[in-house]
């Protein structure tokens, strides 16, 4: 499918979100990508996750960054997310559980598991360095930044960190 910036997703979330979960029960994982990574596919992901687990997309959102630190749906997105929360969440897990049963997979365990760090992490004293307090998380590794568009003229031809 593809999506513009600026369209809705929720009218394709249960399309998306059945062939997401039918590729994860047959063993198979299932590549959710857009341009950078970083809004579209993030919105996709997340209310997947929001629809097999009993976590709302601030949950899922915050565990999807564990692992990449740099998703972050647009302001767009991220309301279209607060819409499907309010509006038809519970329908679909509803109609995810009446279609495929009980979830064979761990997700609630897993995001919870991502989640913890986090959380642990956020009730620890803060250290002062310099002008920064520190909580002892780190946003990720320095060079991780979103994919370059193939072609982009502003980094075509030149390595990060060369002239």
Request: net charge neutral; charged share 20%.
């Amino acid at each position: 499918m593809f999506f513009s910036s600026f369209q809705s997703r929720i009218q394709h979330f249960k399309e998306c979100i059945r062939f997401i979960h039918e590729c994860r029960l047959h063993g198979g994982g299932c590549l959710i990508h857009c341009l950078a990574g970083v809004s579209r596919s993030t919105t996709i992901l997340v209310a997947y996750l929001m629809t097999v687990t009993h976590l709302g997309w601030r949950e899922c959102l915050a565990a999807a960054k564990v692992v990449r630190s740099y998703v972050s749906p647009n302001f767009g997105f991220q309301k279209q997310l607060q819409e499907y929360e309010a509006t038809l969440l519970q329908e679909y897990r509803t109609w995810v559980q009446m279609e495929y049963g009980k979830n064979p997979l761990p997700d609630q365990e897993e995001l919870q598991r991502l989640l913890s760090p986090r959380e642990e992490k956020v009730n620890e004293p803060q250290i002062e360095l310099g002008e920064t307090k520190w909580n002892g998380t780190a946003p990720g590794p320095a060079n991780h930044q979103p994919h370059t568009r193939y072609g982009d003229s502003s980094t075509s031809g030149r390595h990060q960190g060369t002239n």
